[in-house]
């Protein structure tokens, strides 16, 4: 067995930024899709009207979501059997090269099909990068905090997710500012994809002077072995079903609300409430920014009281909550009244996003944990968060838009009795047992 080196908490706080870095770049480049659709769906959809353009455009977002469980799975047995900082480093180098092709493609007038179909290959590979990136990281930084601050730390995830949305909306308000609306549906829009190339190589330096975590550094697995069987590893995984069916339980709820409350707000905004596109973006912007800086204050709360009180204050909120924020927010008659608004839903959304991650990282061993945590979330995630903006967007084309939010409702009552029938990872955690 191999003895792990001592680390200070310094060491811990210096690894836990580089990585926390890479991974905002990496959502970067995942959400300035969302971000610029309503700019680039003409160029690559040109026929029909702009929902029916961004139901297009959603639907390539959903495809991309189809590969995160691959990811999840390639990349997850990947960082259990080379190392947690092994399988973020080629995560980026995924990353990096999507977000390239979508700067580059040109557009359907001069390719014809062939643009929608590199799009789609741009975001299979962003999709597979994804699913490899969340439950490595969420692995990472589970195990490189120190017990006593682990629900803290591990928030960090989500404060660099959410910093990745607020990055793509910063450089959108900036070229909205700097160019005419013409000049961003000609061309405009290639420039975040570019910026998102160009940030993942910095995100790449950063992570390759990241320490490994103790866990996976004592893990007993001689110097020299043969690297266990691809399926030996799922055969390890499926010994533990209760823990694979918490965390699709848990996710259900918390990812189909996460992303109707950010990536689908601001089409929701421009689409239903009749803001423009500007008034959008500033509102979205504002939410986020609260967003972010609720993460590590619940995730510090979530070490104090437990995580399982933290879930089901989520649950509970958004079982209640959500028909009435939406149907108030189609209605919304300013943005600050929106803001407001989504600042309520932000508040109530924390309580799964700041600790999601660490409550799948404390439910499995160390030779499996990456594993554990990405693929059943990946595979929730495709099939639910990723087909929110497209089922949103059905539903308003059909004219039946609350229907929606009842769905929303339906997803996070699943997920509040799970949080019922689970223990609290806090005083359960298998990484405190290692």
Aim: proline letters at 3%; a positive charge; charged letters at 15%.
């Amino acid at each position: 067995m191999t003895t792990a080196p001592t680390r200070t908490m310094a060491s811990r706080v210096k690894s836990i930024f580089s990585g926390s870095i890479g991974n905002l770049v990496e959502w970067y480049d995942w959400y300035i899709y969302s971000a610029f659709a309503l700019y680039f769906a003409p160029a690559f959809f040109p026929k029909g009207n702009q929902t029916a353009q961004l139901l297009n455009s959603a639907a390539i977002f959903a495809v991309g979501f189809l590969m995160r469980p691959l990811g999840g799975w390639l990349l997850g047995l990947y960082a259990d059997r080379q190392g947690r900082k092994a399988a973020l480093l080629l995560s980026v180098v995924l990353m990096c090269t999507g977000s390239l092709l979508i700067a580059l493609t040109p557009g359907y007038a001069t390719i014809g099909v062939f643009a929608p179909v590199l799009l789609v290959v741009a975001r299979l590979l962003q999709g597979l990068s994804v699913g490899g990136e969340y439950g490595t990281s969420a692995t990472y930084l589970s195990e490189i905090a120190d017990r006593k601050n682990r629900g803290f730390f591990s928030s960090f995830q989500y404060v660099t997710l959410i910093a990745g949305q607020l990055v793509a909306l910063l450089v959108q308000l900036a070229l909205q500012a700097l160019l005419t609306s013409e000049q961003l549906h000609a061309w405009g829009w290639r420039i975040p994809f570019v910026i998102g190339a160009a940030a993942a190589v910095v995100a790449l330096f950063l992570r390759r002077h990241m320490e490994e975590t103790d866990a996976f550094v004592k893990k007993d697995q001689p110097a020299g072995s043969a690297p266990e069987k691809e399926e030996s590893k799922l055969r390890v995984l499926l010994r533990y079903p209760r823990e694979v069916l918490t965390v699709v339980g848990l996710t259900l709820g918390g990812t189909i609300v996460f992303y109707t409350f950010t990536t689908y707000t601001q089409k929701f905004l421009v689409n239903t409430a009749g803001f423009t596109k500007d008034q959008a973006t500033l509102v979205s912007f504002g939410a986020l920014a609260v967003a972010m800086v609720l993460q590590p204050v619940v995730g510090a709360l979530s070490d104090r009281v437990g995580r399982r009180p933290v879930l089901l204050a989520f649950g509970v909120g958004a079982t209640l909550g959500t028909v009435p924020l939406m149907t108030a927010l189609g209605r919304a008659s300013s943005s600050w009244e929106a803001f407001v608004l989504l600042v309520i839903a932000m508040l109530n959304m924390s309580g799964y996003t700041a600790i999601n991650a660490v409550v799948k990282a404390e439910l499995f061993p160390t030779e499996i944990r990456a594993l554990g945590v990405g693929l059943p979330y990946a595979l929730t995630v495709a099939l639910f968060g990723g087909t929110a903006e497209y089922v949103a967007l059905l539903a308003k084309e059909y004219n039946v838009e609350a229907w929606f939010y009842w769905y929303v409702t339906a997803c996070a009552i699943i997920s509040l009795i799970t949080y019922l029938r689970m223990a609290d990872t806090r005083h359960t955690s298998r990484i405190n047992q290692e």
